[in-house]
């Protein structure tokens, strides 16, 4: 007599069945895993395109700003008095593409080595709200003097959901704002226009090392081409920054 080695042998029929199902099963894991990788590898290729576009290297350089035009022509407001809950804060976070794990542990999802500047929290030195791409808050502002009168503020945070910047270009009493955005779908002829513009601060004296306290507030317009069609939207960008002046 055959031995079984199931407690309950299955039928020829319910067999092939049985193995059948396995198979489809199978195939539907490896498809899963499959798209799976596809997706990890799209969003990794998207967050390196826009690691690049807004390293440091070139994020100061305003090329990468061409799309934008600001041609309203406005100084900035010279407030002694202006305060917020959020210039006595004190909040940090990792880099956007660095995991903390539970045991410790630190990931980078660049796949790249990770280095002590990496593991070290960044100064929320913004709570800029942005309504670009879905609300969320812009929490950095980089702050660079390039020469006595003339300073560039960055303001970004977001990644990797939301991977856009904002940089203001400030020429004495003066100020420029320009927009970049990069979308994960083929968005094409992105450009955006300066609707409004308001900057404050507490002092027109700034030089290295000190504290840039102010309040922004910018509406602009994004126009573009999303499958075939022309699209055009309005967002705006305002809260606090306490970026420290570097050169």
């Known amino acids: ?18 193995i059948n199902n396995k198979q489809m099963d199978l195939r539907l894991l490896r498809a899963d895993e499959t798209f ?41 407001s010279i407030d002694k008095d202006l ?7 004190s909040e940090a976070s990792y880099p956007w593409y660095i995991i903390r794990n539970d045991d410790g542990t630190f990931e980078s999802i660049l796949d790249k080595e990770i280095t002590q500047e990496d593991i070290t929290p960044i100064e929320h030195t913004s709570n800029c709200v942005s309504t670009h791409q879905g609300e969320h808050i812009m929490h950095f502002c980089d702050a660079v003097l390039k020469e006595s ?9 977001g990644l990797p959901a939301y991977a856009s910047s904002l940089m203001i270009q400030i020429d004495q009493l003066e100020f420029k704002c320009f927009f970049m955005a990069v979308y994960p779908s083929p968005v094409f002829n992105l450009k955006w226009k300066i609707l409004s513009k308001e900057l404050k601060i507490k002092t027109k004296d700034f030089k ?21 069609k022309s699209t055009k939207e309005k967002y705006k960008i305002e809260g606090y920054l306490k970026p420290t002046i570097k050169n």
Do not use: R
Not at 36 to 43: A, F, L, S
Not at 83 to 89: G, I, L, P, V
Not at 149 to 157: C, Q, R, S
């Open 208 to 228: 290295k090392g000190d504290k840039l306290y102010g309040w922004l507030s910018v509406e602009f317009d994004e126009t573009g081409t999303y499958q075939g």
């Open 83 to 89: 305060y917020s809950e959020f210039f006595d804060t």
């Open 149 to 157: 009168d003339h300073l560039e503020l960055i303001i970004h945070g």
């Open 36 to 76: 799976g990788t596809c997706m990890v590898n799209q969003i990794k290729t998207l967050i390196i395109i826009f690691f690049f576009l807004a390293s440091p290297v070139t994020l100061y350089g305003q090329k990468k700003y061409n799309d934008c035009d600001d041609s309203i022509v406005k100084e900035i």
């Open 1 to 18: 007599m055959p031995i079984s080695l199931s407690s309950n042998p299955l039928q020829p029929k319910e067999e092939d069945e049985w």
